[in-house]
């Protein structure tokens, strides 16, 4: 089978990248080694940013309309009991979006599905060649089929044990895991007083006893998700099945014998080893999510990266592809995200060691003097924006756009509705008509007034992405800054 790009790997990073290159009108193919795609919660909920960027592309709404709705609580870091308001980043989602992972892979999945492009399920890479011109594929089937794929680019979405990596040889330094801890989607046949049943902010679910220590919340009607390991850190590696047994144990534990499992819908282990590939590309081989960046899973922190990295490198492949790139704009998609997932890589390490599950006394003093830094107004802005990823700002790019309420020749809008093919954006508020050139194709002209604060600009040019790439105010040219990001 021949194709433009093949992305390995159906989750939310795969699956969000091909619907960006399909926006584009790029043929792309998705292979993936299981053969169905997993229903267990994964991520409970979307950071702010995952949310504002989800909306670019009017994909939150249908996504949130498919879903019970849930009350939403404060982010948080490291579990302290401080709830991370975004607020102050005039943002419509100041606290995480309850999103299950798996609602979103649904979502994504159907609408490739809608577009004609094939998700080929059940089929594991077993070789690699690039050449001049492209890469190929090899793969095989579980019913002992195999065949091969062709695409001008590949890019690697395939997890923290990417087939990819391996295939390539490419190092994936940093820290193995020191501990081993169970995500569990689960009901109760009955429950002692120690469980909330109530939603909450996350840092009043965490417990310890008895050698375990457990973060068990509900996630919809008479389902929980739960978070458990042993205290010693001890536990099966990534690949040994959850039992029933386990998570009763840790249940006993932690909530007492009146706590009784009902039933274990889904398990499965995690660990919190740190690590990060060198490059994020290898001849016409890139990485995205997990399979360039692991951590300890805290706080929706992967899906965030793993959906930015898509949404990152989709429009800058797209643009290669079809011929308009400028040079050095494939490359920049390294040395934006690069530097993003590493700062993530620090705080969760740092948030791991703060959690302190054994409520060790140091480090509680330390949990105590973090948490009364959290609620100094100036603290909490920087780490809401960490957290949420608001504050995101590459070098010479502009903050994100804002989604301002906007009055156009069509009516009210909102900014990010104006996003939705993906292309690039000149919003001119000042009432002048500006000139894109040639590239109506990939940048798209629209003349709007505001009421809101726009720091005085006449004029925005919009990445894809949702980032500033010039405004009136920067003294550079129009189409200077259009000649950089759209060729």
């Not at 990073?13 to 399909?22: F, H």
């Not at 159907?110 to 890469?135: F, K, M, N, S």
Request: aromatic residues 6%; charged residues 25%.
């Amino acid at each position: 089978m021949q194709t433009e790009v093949i992305v390995v790997g159906a989750g939310p990073t795969g699956l969000m990248l091909a619907n960006e290159l399909t926006l584009a009108g790029i043929p792309v193919v998705v292979t993936e080694k299981l053969l169905t795609r997993s229903t267990q919660s994964r991520a409970g909920s979307l950071q702010p940013r995952t949310a504002e960027v989800l909306d670019l592309r009017g994909l939150l709404e249908p996504l949130l309309a498919e879903l019970p709705p849930r009350k939403s609580s404060g982010g948080h870091f490291a579990t302290l009991p401080v709830e991370l308001d975004c607020t102050p980043w005039r943002t419509r989602y100041p606290h995480p979006v309850a999103v299950p992972q798996a609602a979103l892979e649904a979502l994504l999945e159907g609408l490739l599905a809608e577009r004609g492009v094939p998700v080929l399920r059940g089929r594991e890479v077993t070789a690699i060649a690039q050449d001049a011109d492209g890469v190929t594929v090899g793969w095989r089937a579980e019913d002992g089929g195999s065949g091969e794929l062709r695409g001008r680019y590949l890019v690697a979405c395939d997890g923290g044990h990417s087939s990819v990596r391996r295939l390539l040889g490419v190092d994936f330094p940093g820290r193995e895991r020191r501990m081993s801890a169970v995500a569990a989607d689960l009901t109760l046949a009955a429950h002692s007083a120690e469980v909330r049943t109530e939603p909450g902010h996350f840092s009043a679910f965490a417990k310890s006893a008895n050698g375990f220590h457990s973060i068990l919340h509900p996630i919809g009607p008479d389902l929980y998700r739960m978070l458990f390991g042993k205290l010693s850190g001890d536990g099966p590696d990534h690949a040994s099945p959850v039992s029933a047994d386990e998570v009763q144990e840790a249940l006993h534990a932690v909530y007492g014998p009146g706590t009784q499992l009902g039933e274990l819908r889904a398990a499965s282990r995690f660990g919190d080893a740190v690590r990060q590939v060198e490059r994020y590309r290898e001849g016409r081989v890139f990485f995205a999510g997990d399979a360039a960046h692991i951590h300890m899973p805290i706080g929706g922190q992967g899906v965030n990266l793993g959906v930015q990295d898509a949404v990152n490198l989709g429009w800058k492949l797209a643009g290669t592809i079809n011929g308009w790139a400028p040079a050095g704009l494939l490359d920049s998609y390294h040395e934006e995200r690069h530097p993003v997932a590493a700062r993530v890589l620090r705080h969760t390490r740092a948030q791991n060691v703060i959690m302190n599950p054994g409520r060790d006394e140091e480090l509680a003093t330390v949990r105590e003097f973090v948490t009364e830094l959290l609620r100094l107004p100036d603290a909490h802005r920087y780490v809401s924006g960490m957290m949420s990823g608001l504050d995101l700002q590459y070098p010479g790019v502009g903050p994100r756009l804002i989604d301002l309420v906007l009055t156009t020749e069509a009516g009210p809008v909102r900014a990010s509705s104006l996003m939705g093919s993906g292309r690039g954006l000149l919003l001119s508020l000042d009432g002048t008509r500006r000139s894109v050139g040639d590239r109506a194709d990939r940048v798209e002209h629209v003349l709007a007034k505001t009421d809101e604060d726009v720091d005085g600009a006449g004029a925005l040019l919009i990445r894809p992405d949702g980032y500033l790439a010039w405004t009136d105010r920067d003294g550079t040219p129009l189409d200077t800054a259009l000649a950089r990001w759209f060729g």
